[in-house]
């Protein structure tokens, strides 16, 4: 069992920066995957985003490419996403999750999620 629990989140300008933490408890964390995704208002959750056991691969989305970084601390047990050159379109709560392979959680195959966290940006 892992279980999965995101800070950082808040408000922030267009164009600022933000910097969430997933932090994770359990056992071997350097085994899963670790990917955020995004759900804002009335939409549907969507993948930001994944790294590798080892933080050697990373994958995004389009709308994020360029702007977001992953990266992960297993001495840590901790995953981060950078975010800058917010957008008022990345208004969303954010969740980190864990899943098996990269390809699984671009499907959202994901084996445990976080609770989530606000980000707003304002215009």
């Known amino acids: 069992q892992v279980q999965l629990v995101e800070s950082g989140g808040g408000l922030v300008q267009a164009g600022g920066s933000l910097r969430l933490s997933c932090a994770a408890s359990?056992?071997?964390?350097?085994?899963?995957?670790m990917g955020w995704f995004r759900q804002g208002s009335g939409k549907e959750r969507e993948f930001v985003g994944a790294?590798?056991?080892?933080?050697?691969?990373?994958q995004y989305a389009d709308s994020v490419q360029g702007r977001f970084t992953i990266s992960r601390d297993n001495a840590k047990n901790t995953v981060y996403l950078q975010m800058n050159s917010l957008k008022v379109d990345d208004t969303a709560v954010y969740y980190c999750?864990?899943?098996?392979?990269?390809?699984?959680?671009?499907?959202?195959?994901?084996?445990?999620w976080g609770q989530g966290t606000q980000v707003t940006v304002s215009s």
């Open positions: 790294i590798s056991g080892r933080g050697g691969i990373t």
């Open positions: 359990g056992r071997a964390f350097s085994t899963y995957v």
């Open positions: 999750a864990a899943g098996q392979t990269l390809r699984a959680l671009q499907i959202s195959k994901v084996n445990y």
